[in-house]
């Protein structure tokens, strides 16, 4: 099994910017009309998709622009485990993206930064 994450995102260009500059990511596809990206890292895989491509309402539990008309994210922490924190952290700064929770060694045995991206989504930066 492998996890492949999609995120639901305003701006596109801004997002795939984000990932790649800030966080190292590379684009492996991106549809010419704007309407999806697919990003790598590793055995990370990144979708994001414009939330202006879905539809505007609907029933069930189906994404909708409605449904993330409010905070996207709430309630899930995307962590990226890397083997250099140290460098994913200077890159982070050298982006001049600022950092929600600074380094730190957390009582779990494990150590990790805080940020969020351009849409909100809360990542964990951890070795």
């Known amino acids: 099994m492998r996890l492949r994450l999609e995120l639901f995102v305003r701006d596109l ?12 990511f590379r684009v492996d596809r991106r549809d010419a009309d ?9 055995s990370v895989v990144l979708g994001l998709g414009p939330i202006a491509k879905l539809p505007a309402d609907g029933p069930g539990g189906g994404f909708t622009q409605a449904r ?44 990790d930064f805080r940020l969020l991206d351009p849409d909100g989504y809360y990542l964990r930066i951890t070795a």
């Open 13 to 24: 260009d801004a997002s795939v910017a984000f990932y790649e500059r800030v966080l190292g």
């Open 34 to 42: 704007g309407g999806y990206a697919s990003l790598v890292h590793g």
């Open 68 to 111: 993330l008309a409010a905070r996207r994210g709430a309630g899930v922490e995307i962590v990226l485990e890397v083997d250099d924190l140290a460098a994913a952290l200077e890159r982070v700064e050298a982006a001049g993206h600022p950092v929600e929770a600074p380094l730190q060694a957390r009582p779990w045995g494990r150590t």
